[in-house]
């Protein structure tokens, strides 16, 4: 019964940071990998980022390459999404999930997913 609540969310500049935090609670044992996805209005979910929790690889869409950066902090069983520069185009509600490693698809078989937290890129 593995729970994400994400946070950080919020109104930002382009070019302006933000620092997502998704927090995981209940059983945590087994979890292999935490993945953020987004979803822009009117579009499809996307996946963004993921990493493996136990030896902490990671993986970027290439949209964010460069400028997210993914990391663990496992004590606290939390999971970051570094946003060092944002876009318009970054804009959308932010989601965590739990799921496998996968080296053909980063995104499939995720879920746990938490409420989502929204970001808005505007100036």
């Known amino acids: 019964q593995l729970q994400l609540v994400e946070s950080g969310g919020g109104l930002v500049q382009p070019g302006g940071p933000l620092r997502l935090s998704c927090s995981a609670s209940?059983?945590?044992?087994?979890?292999?990998?935490i993945a953020w996805f987004r979803q822009a209005p009117g579009k499809e979910r996307e996946g963004v980022s993921c990493?493996?929790?136990?030896?902490?690889?990671?993986y970027y869409a290439a949209s964010v390459k460069g400028r997210f950066i993914i990391t663990r902090d496992n004590d606290k069983n939390t999971v970051y999404l570094q946003m060092i520069s944002l876009k318009p185009e970054d804009t959308g509600i932010y989601y965590c999930?739990?799921?496998?490693?996968?080296?053909?698809?980063?995104?499939?078989?995720?879920?746990?997913w938490g409420q989502g937290t929204q970001v808005t890129v505007s100036s």
């Open positions: 999930a739990e799921g496998p490693w996968g080296i053909a698809n980063a995104w499939a078989g995720f879920g746990s």
């Open positions: 209940g059983f945590t044992l087994d979890y292999i990998a």
């Open positions: 990493i493996k929790t136990s030896d902490g690889r990671t």
